[in-house]
């Protein structure tokens, strides 16, 4: 055995080295977010009525499939925080897993770099242990990390035997992601495919813990995701949860170790596909280039952003309630109107910001294609600047356009069936369209930014940002108008509580224009880098 | 008639001045070779003919037409294969080369399979996985299928092995035969030497040499072999004369090309037995050039 794991203790340093920056930005942000979390629940629910109404609100099936099966009782604080973070830290913790155990398993045997490092005289097995021990020092971190700082803030409701299990909870669920990682890394010949399928049995895992937690139990059994809300953390403390966690990674991470003892390297257990021999016509248009490139990312944007559309539509019957107990969420409406009408409004002008991304990324993908060189290869065909900027814009601005359209249809559908005072579909897209001339805007400064000072394109993502914090903190900043009004949101007129304002959308769409011409001007003249 | 051309470019990038006073002309039909050592400014110079740089100073035309404000009219007409090939990594090695082609309009699917064959090129696979080789071997594929006139070549082969470099010099040649012109641009010397009709040198920016390579070699020295009956005193002091060794009573040399008449004429005062000479070969040649220019800029 020794022999095989030579050269580990060199390994696992200069590995956790390479890595260290990323796992430490990721360990901060989980404990900063449980941690402020945590300090701001007990001001939330300071009464056991509003515990009370809150366990209302968790009796909704869309409620139990979104954040898992509730508790009996809500006396602890505990237990209320517990119920809406366990589940989404769990899943964060698993992305710092999946994607630190990608890249250290098949991205660095894609990049050569386990080849070089295979010739020395190094032992089989020492690379993958060298890799497990950077993950479980991840891991075992974020639990001290964890339960260190929630025992420091000293906070009514959590219990030290239910900090220690809450930590160990995300601690082994990072664990076991981490090494199904690992396990994944062996059937795929790419870290890409690695990454996807993780991420799919992630995904797969939520979906099974839904349909398991609403109606067939056995389901959740079967799922790790389940297996969370079973500990009943700061009440119950349950621990065969961390139990089943620990043994299946280890039962998984035997098979992984077999499998690199045996695997060529380079290779995949799976048989890879083999390719398209031709291009499809469709692909063999500038533009149909452009969209197949992106394809991946903008129906990825879609599910998530018309998913989201579907959870927000099933609580529009429970709105009343929801709401009128919740002073959290009071605060965020103070606008006219009923509060369904309200909500919509707000939800649409929060959903806007989410669409600029895909916009972004998609136009910006012109700029990331010349620093990879690659329009470099269409340049020097005969394709002109002004058609491959065409070609990006145009797709942009169909995700712009074509978005917002498909989530009012859905939002409207699921929210017509369930709540029988559902508003007019015109309403409603009205409420969602608006904020076209908006994403038109953002991409405008986009266009202006890659053709004059295509070194700071990136710079279009301070106007997202600053959307964001005027939307999330301007309320509660008691930011000034002027303040707010830098963000381009704000110009949008709030349909249906505000009169539509066509001159002011058609200015708005009038300076995107504008900007994108002249961005084109500047893209037509400049030197390209590759 | 002229297919290229290159006026007294100048290109600067900031204070540094990539290319200075660059001149170049490619008549229809020839294999041009443009040799340097690396940053010499060949890319520069090629991404100036393909409109991807403008230049500071002077002037590009391809076909009679500007480099710059045509290039798309101009790209018609070319086909490019850069030194390190970067493609999409999610579209298949075949998907890539269709999409190439087309970009310049129709082309022949028997042509571009071909190709493919005659460079054993796998099409199934998704781009991510292919060697640097393999990632040239699209552009060379999309290069030699399409029905271009110039062919703009920079150190195409660098990644290939010698049965395809053999395939690459092969397509290259066929190309030329069909009245095309090429662009070569390559370290590789020898390369240079099999396939170019005229070469041009550049370092540091500037064209310090261009010529035939017969030209070019009667600015240099032949490497000389000589074995003689008696041994040829004061042979050290001739002048024209460089680098003499003497092993077992052979002399071996360089002589200057324009003093060969005196060498030979005092040699064979001295009974010749074997006489062997060998042209400079392009390496040669080139360190020549270099070793020179690099004495001068010490003095």
């Not at chain 1, 299946?248 to 596909?273: H, V, W």
């Not at chain 1, 993908?365 to 065409?390: D, H, I, P, W």
Request: aromatic share 10%; net charge neutral.
């Amino acid at each position: 055995m020794k022999r095989h794991i030579k050269g580990t203790g060199i390994l696992f340093p200069i590995l956790m080295r390479q890595h260290r920056l990323r796992l430490l930005l990721w360990l901060a942000g989980l404990v900063l977010v449980t941690c402020s979390v945590a300090y701001a629940y007990p001001g939330m629910y300071p009464d056991q009525a509003s515990r009370e109404a809150y366990s209302i609100t968790m009796e909704n099936p869309a409620m139990i499939a979104m954040l898992g099966i509730g508790y009996e009782h809500y006396q602890e604080i505990g237990s209320l925080f517990a119920l809406e973070m366990l589940l989404f830290s769990a899943i964060a913790v698993a992305i710092m897993n999946i994607l630190l155990m990608s890249r250290l398993t098949r991205d660095d045997e894609e990049n050569g770099i386990l080849e070089l490092v295979q010739s020395k005289s190094v032992g089989r097995l020492s690379y993958l242990t060298a890799s497990f021990m950077v993950m479980l020092s991840a891991n075992i971190l974020l639990i001290i990390l964890l339960v260190t700082a929630m025992t420091a803030m000293r906070i009514d409701g959590f219990g030290f035997s239910g900090i220690v299990l809450y930590s160990s909870l995300l601690g082994s669920f990072g664990l076991l992601f981490g090494t199904l990682t690992a396990f994944f890394a062996h059937l795929a010949t790419s870290s890409r495919g690695t990454s996807i399928f993780s991420f799919g049995a992630l995904f797969f895992f939520y979906l099974l813990r839904a349909i398991g937690d609403v109606e067939v139990t056995f389901l959740s059994w079967i799922s790790p995701l389940g297996w969370l809300s079973r500990a009943y953390v700061f009440v119950g403390n349950n621990s065969l949860p961390v139990v089943l966690l620990l043994v299946s990674s280890i039962g998984i991470g035997m098979i992984a170790f077999i499998l690199q003892a045996k695997r060529d390297i380079g290779d995949g257990l799976l048989p890879e596909r083999a390719g398209a021999m031709r291009a499809s016509a469709f692909l063999k248009t500038k533009i149909g280039l452009g969209i197949r490139l992106q394809r991946t990312m903008i129906l990825m944007w879609m599910i998530g952003i018309l998913l989201l559309n579907i959870v927000f539509a099933l609580i529009l019957g429970d709105l009343e309630a929801f709401f009128l107990e919740n002073e959290a969420m009071q605060a965020f409406l103070t606008g006219d109107g009923n509060v369904m009408e309200q909500f919509i409004v707000l939800l649409m002008a929060i959903m806007a910001l989410f669409i600029t991304a895909p916009v972004i990324i998609s136009f910006l993908r012109l700029r990331g294609e010349e620093k990879a060189n690659r329009t470099e290869l269409l340049f020097s065909r005969a394709v002109s600047r002004m058609q491959l900027l065409r070609a990006y814009l145009v797709s942009a601005i169909m995700i712009a356009v074509v978005l917002p359209t498909l989530q009012a249809i859905t939002l409207w559908s699921v929210g017509f069936i369930i709540s029988e005072e559902m508003m007019s579909f015109a309403d409603v897209l009205g409420a969602s369209v608006v904020y076209i001339p908006a994403l038109l805007l953002v991409l405008g400064i986009a266009v202006l930014l890659i053709g004059w000072l295509p070194k700071a394109t990136s710079l279009v993502w301070v106007f997202l940002v600053y959307g964001f914090i005027v939307i999330y903190l301007g309320d509660i900043l008691e930011l000034p108008d002027w303040v707010r009004n830098l963000s381009v949101y704000e110009y949008i007129p709030a349909y249906p509580n505000e009169e539509l304002s066509y001159p002011v959308l058609l200015i708005l769409s009038g300076i995107s224009i504008l900007m994108m011409v002249i961005g084109a001007l500047g893209y037509k003249r400049r030197d390209m880098e590759g | 008639m002229t297919m290229l051309q290159l006026d007294r470019i100048t290109k600067k990038f900031g204070d540094f001045k990539a290319l200075d006073q660059v001149s170049l002309e490619l008549k229809e039909g020839e294999i041009y070779g443009f040799i340097g050592p690396n940053g010499a400014g060949k890319s520069t110079t090629i991404r100036i003919l393909l409109g991807m740089l403008k230049a500071t100073e002077g002037r590009a035309t391809l076909f009679g037409k500007d480099a710059w404000k045509d290039a798309a009219e101009i790209h018609k007409r070319c086909a490019y294969v850069p030194g390190d090939v970067y493609v999409w990594p999610n579209l298949t090695g075949g998907e890539v080369i269709d999409v190439l082609l087309k970009m310049n309009g129709s082309y022949s699917e028997k042509k571009r399979d071909e190709w493919v064959e005659r460079f054993q090129f796998d099409p199934t696979k998704k781009a991510r996985s292919y060697s640097k080789g393999n990632r040239q071997k699209i552009a060379l594929i999309a290069a030699f299928a399409s029905e271009a006139d110039l062919f703009i070549l920079d150190e195409p082969t660098s990644g290939l092995d010698p049965l395809m470099e053999y395939t690459f010099q092969q397509g290259v040649r066929e190309v030329k035969e069909a009245g095309k012109t090429v662009l070569l641009s390559s370290h590789i010397l020898s390369e240079v030497e099999k396939l170019c009709d005229r070469v041009a040198i550049i370092r540091q920016g500037k064209i310090i040499e261009r010529g035939t390579l017969k030209d070019l070699r009667h600015l240099t020295r032949m490497q000389m072999q000589v074995e003689t009956r008696e041994a040829p005193e004061g042979l050290a002091q001739l002048s024209g004369i460089h680098q003499l060794k003497e092993t077992e009573g052979q002399f071996s040399f360089q002589a200057d090309t324009d003093h060969m008449e005196e060498i030979i004429n005092y040699l064979s005062k001295y009974g010749v037995r074997k006489m062997e000479s060998t042209p400079p070969t392009l390496e040669d040649l080139f360190m020549r050039h270099y070793e020179e220019r690099s004495s001068e800029e010490n003095a």
